[in-house]
């Protein structure tokens, strides 16, 4: 059997492209509409390969779909939304009457 070898990332990105719109769908089915393949693949890279080397592309494949939802929807928020948006620090309580 011939060895597939890629000479860049974006030449794995697109071998996987398939793996990483399957986990879309299924994040899609649980409401999580803004993820986007590009941000589990980042998901991916960055946090959960970040200190892997020699990775087959099957469980590559196997660690997208296998992902688990929740780390992959911190991360996205993470990365989308700095702590100085966060409604909570900016909200002030409505001023009651004073009788």
């Not at 200190?51 to 660690?63: N, R």
Request: aromatic share 14%.
């Amino acid at each position: 059997m011939e060895e597939i070898v890629f000479n860049n990332q974006e030449e794995l990105y697109k071998r996987i492209l398939p793996a990483l719109r399957s986990k879309k769908r299924l994040l899609r089915k649980d409401g999580f509409k803004m993820i986007k393949e590009a941000d589990i693949w980042d998901f991916m890279r960055y946090i959960k390969w970040k200190d892997s080397y020699g990775l087959e592309l099957c469980d590559m494949v196997d660690d997208i779909l296998h992902a688990p939802t929740d780390e992959i929807v911190n991360y996205f928020f993470d990365k989308y939304m700095p702590e100085k948006m966060i409604v909570e620090d900016n909200f002030e309580l409505p001023k009651l009457k004073n009788e």
